[in-house]
């Protein structure tokens, strides 16, 4: 089974820190994707990733960014974390333009 | 770009009755579609895909969807309920080009089955 595992289920964190969020996957997916999800708003992109070292901006990405070193990690960065920023995180990866994309768990974060 | 929008936010219904949970969706070429569940404090997870072929598509759990092209919609139903249905369900649909591409999401229905 693909797995996609985040680091962290729960981070509560102060206004103003950098934090990092970390994504890997197991299956040697070419893109990964970073979502955040808000109740009433679904999920929205952030960014997104098809290859190493590329990455491409979602709908939201303004106040993040992100690193693809490897394939198989994708790292989503607040540069200085907001309280608006509160929310869900999901990972994601796929293989093919058809292929589903299979989530992570999700990363609980809370910024006081 | 494309959208999505998935008609009611709750959708409640008795156990053992139908579950008809909507989605329409705007795109100019043939689309993927896609419908998630996601139970409390979970990632999403995948409940069936139309890509091509067959416009009834079934998949888990005793789900199925419809894709209707002329009604741009792909409507995901259950015969019966029950109790364990209880989640958040997401459509969405495949956006790109290449070889990657991108889901977008509707905004979610959450489901409640009652006794």
């Known amino acids: 089974d693909v797995k996609v595992t985040q680091s962290s289920r729960y981070l509560v964190k102060r206004t103003g820190e950098k934090v990092f969020l970390e994504c890997v996957q197991d299956m040697d997916h070419e893109n990964m994707f970073w979502y955040r999800q808000d109740p009433g708003l679904g999920l929205r992109l952030i960014y997104f990733s098809y290859d190493v070292k590329m990455k491409e901006k979602g709908d939201i990405p303004e106040g993040y960014s992100v690193s693809r070193e490897k394939k198989e990690r994708f790292s989503l960065i607040l540069e200085s974390a907001s309280t608006n920023q509160t929310s869900m995180y999901l990972c994601?990866?796929?293989?093919?333009?058809?292929?589903?994309?299979?989530f992570g768990q999700g990363t609980r974060l809370t910024v006081v | 770009a494309q959208s999505v929008t998935q008609l009611g936010s709750h959708v409640s219904v008795s156990e053992g009755a139908l579950v008809l949970l909507r989605c329409n969706y705007s795109?100019?070429?043939?689309?993927?579609l896609f419908w998630y569940v996601q139970y409390p404090n979970q990632g999403l997870q995948l409940l069936l895909k139309?890509?091509?072929?067959?416009?009834l598509v079934k998949g888990i759990n005793g789900f199925e969807a419809e894709f209707k092209k002329s009604e741009t919609s792909f409507h995901l139903t259950k015969p019966s309920a029950h109790m364990s249905d209880a989640a958040e369900y997401f459509c969405?649909?495949?956006?790109?080009?290449?070889?990657?591409?991108?889901?977008?999401f509707g905004a979610g229905t959450r489901l409640a089955v009652h006794p």
């Open positions: 969405a649909v495949s956006e790109g080009s290449g070889g990657y591409n991108k889901l977008i």
């Open positions: 795109s100019s070429v043939p689309p993927y």
């Open positions: 994601a990866s796929s293989l093919l333009r058809v292929s589903e994309a299979f």
């Open positions: 139309y890509t091509t072929g067959a416009t």
